[in-house]
């Protein structure tokens, strides 16, 4: 069961107000996947690594030049449908939340699971990010 929104808007936010576009519905991520460019999909989470290294390092890394074209977000564990429909997009890549994937005209360049995110701090997991951004 989800939490509620009330919790979870600041968790939203924190990416949405950064310029991250939030895909909420099924619809919202096929329209995305033939999107062509370069793109960063984030997998929120409400969980701590979210909070203290994931969410930070996106915004982070959006600052840099190399940033791809597109910046988008699901959340996992609140946005079913959106988070499965994303999901199925990329069925070579496992379930993580969160997680991180780098895209090109909708193929994943570059994917960072959970176990690449927690225990990191937000520095080092922005600048894997940027460097996955300059491999595009």
């Known amino acids: 069961m989800p939490y509620p929104d009330l919790l979870v808007q600041p968790m939203r936010e924190q990416l949405t107000l950064s310029g991250v576009e939030e895909l909420r519905t099924a619809e919202d991520v096929e329209a995305f996947f033939k999107r062509p460019g370069t793109a960063l999909l984030v997998f929120n989470s409400v969980c701590g690594c979210a ?4 969410r930070p390092a996106v915004i982070a890394a959006l600052e840099d030049e190399s ?3 597109h910046a988008v977000t699901v959340f996992a564990g609140q ?3 959106a988070t499965d429909c994303a ?3 990329m069925p ?3 379930p993580s939340s969160p997680s991180f ?3 090109r005209d909708g193929q994943p360049v ?3 699971a959970r176990d690449r995110i927690e225990g990191r ?3 080092v997991v922005a600048s894997m990010l940027v460097q996955a951004f300059g491999e595009l």
């Open 101 to 103: 994937v780098v895209l």
């Open 110 to 112: 570059a994917h960072f």
């Open 51 to 54: 909070a203290g290294s994931a």
């Open 87 to 89: 999901r199925r997009q």
């Open 79 to 81: 946005d079913a449908e």
């Open 92 to 94: 070579q890549l496992p």
């Open 121 to 123: 701090s937000a520095e």
């Open 67 to 69: 940033r791809p074209d």
